[in-house]
Each structure stands twice: as C-alpha cells, then as structure tokens.
C-alpha cells in the first residue's frame, strides 16, 4: 500500500521495477540476427499491437462518451488524456506524413519484410464475424505465448475496472514500450541498414510518443482514476504485473521460436 508521503504513482513503479527488469534486459532484441528472425518477432509480436487499441478502446469507452445522444461524462481533464492518445495510436502520420493507425503502420511494415500477416488477419476476420477471443485465436492458429498474453489483456479489459484497465495500458504498455523498443531499434539498424524503413520508424515514433507523451498522460489517468483509494493502487499494481509478467512469457515465446540461434549479450 503506498505510504502516505510517498508518491502512489513512484511507489507503484517500485514495486514492478523486478518485472520491468526483465523486459528491459530480455535476450529476444539481440537475438534478430536475420531478417527470417525479424519476421517471427513480428509474426507473435503483431497480435501485442492490435490488443493494445482494445485496451484504449475500452478506456476511451470508460472515460468519454462514445454514445448518441452525446452527453457529457467524466472528468474533462481525462477525458481529454483519453482523447490524445486516441488520436495519435489510431491516426498518427507515417513517414509520409499520411494518416494511419499505428496497427496498420505495423502490417506495412511487416509485409515489407516479407512476414506473415495470414494469422492476424483470420483472428480479425473471426472476430468479425463474432467468434469469442478464444475461438479467434484458435482459427489464427496464434501460438499458445500469443494466446496467454491477449487472453491476460482481455481478462483486464473484461473486468470492467476502469483503472484496473488504466494500469495495464499505462504500466503494462506506455511505460515500458520505450525502453524495450529502444534496444530494438539500435540492434536493427546496425544489423539491416535501410531496409526497415517503416519498422524503424515505427518504433521511433512509439519510442518518442510513449515516453515524452503517452506515458505522463496515462500516469496522469491512473492517479484520477484511483486518488486516495488504497484498494484501487494495490489492484493497480497486481493488474500491470500481470500483464507484465505475460510480455516476458511472450518474448519468451518469441526467443523459443529462434533456439536455432545463439543467445548473444
């Protein structure tokens, strides 16, 4: 429970500094040492990106008022938070300057580098057509890292915990998503020069949105959100470990898949 004195939010990061850790220094970013490697991160990785719109989606649900008649809802202050980071996750500018989502951004990307993009697409399709999230994924023949890790997304979403779902995205996501992307970016350059155009940017663009933007507009929500309610901290703190501790499963997954290469340091 964070003490009295001390920040909620900083007492918050302490307690998932051990988990965070591990992401940080996972072996999976200097573990891409071809372009066939690439494309098997991107494969598992794809289905993280498309679940992170689900959990703003359903922030964006919670915090703003996305029926008709229109009425207003919440706090302005977050409802504006919300609305920011909607705007930049599904239509931000690509290097062209034309608008995207970051998800469509990210099938470019991998359908530059020859990745397979059939999984994700029948887990859309099936979706649409209104299977669950597990028939979904079983008929996206996703692997069982992939599975575990949407499946602990939505089990966040399906709470109905508006700040149960705020920590996921904020500490599960916006908060980490730089420093793991970081490592990411520098091995690629130097291993693929040029030839991962809208990857590296890509991951440019979440680097400097996430950190300078996103993740202090998401901190700034958590602390609304959950003020001086001790409970809501604490769950705040068993959510985001959680999804946490499923990108590790998930990279692990990840640097399962490429035991043909050696882990280098």
Not at 93 to 116: I, K, N, W
Not at 133 to 144: F, G
Not at 188 to 201: C, I, K, M
Request: with cysteine; charged share 25%; glycine share 4%.
């Amino acid at each position: 429970m964070p003490s009295q004195v001390q920040d909620p939010i900083s007492h918050l990061q302490e307690q998932l500094a051990p988990v965070r850790a591990q992401l940080v220094a996972h072996d999976v970013y200097h573990a891409l040492h071809s372009l066939e490697d690439l494309r098997v991160f991107m494969q598992y990785h794809v289905f993280a990106v498309w679940d992170f719109m689900s959990l703003l989606k359903a922030l964006q649900r919670d915090l703003t008022c996305t029926t008709v008649p229109w009425v207003p809802r919440g706090n302005p202050v977050t409802r504006r938070l919300i609305n920011e980071i909607v705007l930049e996750e599904e239509t931000d500018v690509d290097q062209l300057g034309q608008p995207t989502s970051h998800f469509e951004m990210y099938l470019r990307s991998m359908e530059e580098c020859g990745a397979d993009t059939a999984p994700i697409h029948r887990l859309l399709g099936a979706l649409a057509v209104g299977e669950t999230m597990e028939k979904a994924l079983e008929i996206a023949d996703a692997p069982e890292s992939v599975r575990r890790f949407v499946l602990a997304t939505f089990e966040a979403i399906n709470s109905g915990e508006t700040h149960a779902i705020a920590a996921a995205f904020t500490f599960g996501r916006e908060d980490v998503i730089p420093d793991m992307f970081r490592h990411l970016v520098h091995d690629l350059r130097e291993r693929f020069p040029s030839q991962l155009d809208t990857f590296t940017y890509y991951l440019d663009r979440h680097i400097q949105l996430d950190e300078e933007v996103h993740t202090p507009l998401a901190q700034q929500m958590v602390r609304e959100l959950c003020g001086t309610n001790a409970k809501r901290w604490q769950e705040c703190q068993e959510v985001a470990a959680d999804c946490m501790q499923a990108r590790v499963a998930l990279w692990d997954g990840i640097r399962g898949a490429l035991s043909q290469q050696p882990v280098t340091h």
